[in-house]
C-alpha cells in the first residue's frame, strides 16, 4: 500500500525534471509555467507549493542539472580503465548519444541559459558560472592526470585548456542542435584531441 | 524639402537594424513585434506593409546581420597590410570592442538564434547554417593565405580548422556574454592562434 503514497517531495522532483527536459531545448524567457504543469498534470496550487516563483522553480533546475551532468562527466572521466585522453573521448561518445537519442533537440541547459543571460534573473548567472567552473576543475583534474601519464606535454596550462574545453563543447554542441547531426562534436573533439594533447 | 520626406524603404530599414539590435540580445520566440514597434515608434499597420509575418521579419534580420557581420569580417581578414594570421587577431580586437561597447550583453545574433532553433520556424535554420557556412569560407581562405605564408602547417585542413574556429567562437561570445567580460574571447584566440597555427 505504501507504494500508492505519492509523496509530497515526488511532485517537485517531477516538476524539475519536466523543467529540466524542456529547458534543455528551449529557453527560459519564453517558457511558461502552465505548459509545463500542463504536462506533468500537476495543478498551478501545487507548484506555488514547491516553489516561490518562476525563478525559485530555474534555480532548482540549474542545480539539478549541474549535478547530473556532473555525475555523467565523472563517469568517464574518472574511468580509470581508461586514459585520462581516453577519457575525454569517452565523455564525447557518451554525449554524443546523449543528444542522438533526442534527435539532436536537446542541448546543454547551461549554454542555453548562457545564451539568453541578459533576459534571465540575476541569481542565474552566478549559479552558471559556478557550474561551469565545476565541470572546468573537473575537466583540468584529468588533463593534469594526462601530463602525469605523458599523453600531454608539461608545458601546458590545464586551467585554461579546461576552459577553453568548454567554450568551444558548447559551440558545439549549440551546432549539433543547428545542423542536426552529430558533425560539430566530431569535428570538435577531433580538433581539440590530437592539436592540444597529442604532442 | 526632399529630406524631410520619408522613403517608405527608411522604415522598413529602421525596423530591421531595430530588431537586430534586440535579437543580439535576447531570443527571438520571447520578442514580441509590440516591443520593437514600441521602441522604433511604428504602428502596427507599417509593420504589416513591410513584412507578412514575424517570420518574414526575422528572415530579413538574419540576411542583414548576415551581411553586416561579413563586412566586419573583411575588413580583417582581407587586410592585406597584416599577415593572414595577424588579420584573426584583428577580427578578435575588433570583436572584443564591439562587445564592450554593449557592456557585453550583446551577442552574435546567429548564436542565439541557434541556441533557440528547436522553437524556430524552420525556414531560419538553412539561413543560419549558410551564413555561417559563409564566414567559414571567408575564414578558411584566410588560413589558406596562412599556409602559403608559412605561418601555417600545410598538412592542416583549413576547412576544417575555420569550421573549429567558429564553434568555439560562438562557445566564446555566449561565454563572454554570461562573465560580462571579454576573458573567454582572448582565451579562445590565445588557444587557438598559438596551438593551431604557430607551428
Not at 60 to 81: G, H, P, R, V
Not at 146 to 172: D, M, R, S, V, Y
Amino acid at each position: 500500500m505504501t507504494k500508492l503514497i505519492k509523496k509530497p517531495n515526488e511532485t517537485k522532483e517531477k516538476l524539475i525534471r519536466a523543467g529540466t527536459a524542456i529547458l534543455t531545448e528551449q529557453g527560459f524567457a519564453s517558457t511558461g509555467i502552465d505548459s509545463i504543469l500542463k504536462q506533468v498534470k500537476v495543478p498551478k496550487g501545487s507548484f506555488y507549493y514547491y516553489f516561490e516563483s518562476k525563478e525559485d522553480f530555474g534555480i532548482s533546475i540549474i542545480k539539478y542539472y549541474a549535478q547530473y551532468f556532473a555525475k555523467k562527466l565523472d563517469q568517464s572521466l574518472l574511468n580509470t580503465d581508461l586514459s585520462p585522453l581516453a577519457r575525454i573521448y569517452d565523455f564525447y561518445k557518451h554525449a554524443t548519444l546523449g543528444m542522438k537519442k533526442y534527435q539532436f533537440r536537446r542541448g546543454c541547459l547551461v549554454g542555453n541559459l548562457g545564451q539568453e543571460i541578459t533576459m534571465l534573473p540575476d541569481s542565474f548567472r552566478s549559479l552558471l558560472i559556478e557550474t561551469l567552473n565545476d565541470w572546468q576543475y573537473k575537466m583540468a583534474t584529468c588533463l593534469k592526470e594526462a601530463q602525469k601519464n605523458e599523453e600531454l606535454a608539461k608545458h601546458i596550462n590545464c586551467e585554461e585548456l579546461a576552459e577553453f574545453f568548454w567554450i568551444g563543447w558548447e559551440g558545439a554542441v549549440m551546432r549539433a542542435k543547428l545542423m542536426k547531426n552529430e558533425q560539430p562534436l566530431t569535428l570538435f573533439i577531433k580538433q581539440f584531441l590530437p592539436s592540444h594533447t597529442f604532442m
